[in-house]
């Protein structure tokens, strides 16, 4: 029985020497990659890239990402932010958004993703290299 209780005191101690090495890169393995530009703000309200703009049924929306300091690295989780779209297209290749938008100027939004993403996933950045 002793030698149980050791094996097991010595799992505990190897998992909390790996999650103390590799922190938040444990919970990498698998999530989906994003790109993200941020929004403009110009004369006439906010602007997106036409990629960043999704439709559901009848709601336009757009997924952001916000980021928080974690224990060895930043974490990155997306959320999902209805808009009101007032000119699909403002003859800059760009969709404007009605003030109020829901996305704030410099606010980063997905244009693309390698994977399925959802609303309070955790993603990875795209940082282009």
Known sequence: MRIVYICLLGLVFLSLAVFTLMG???Y????PTVVVERATQIDAGTIIPPEALLIDGAE???FTVSSVQGYSR?????HRVAVAVESPDN????VLL?????VMPG????VSTNGEIYD?????LNTGG
């Open 24 to 26: 938040e890169s444990l």
């Open 28 to 31: 990498e393995i698998g999530k």
């Open 60 to 62: 336009y929306y757009v």
């Open 74 to 78: 930043r974490i990155h989780t997306v």
């Open 91 to 94: 003859g800059y290749g760009m």
């Open 98 to 102: 009605s003030t109020p938008g829901g």
């Open 107 to 110: 606010e980063a939004v997905v």
């Open 120 to 124: 309070g996933c955790r993603v990875l």
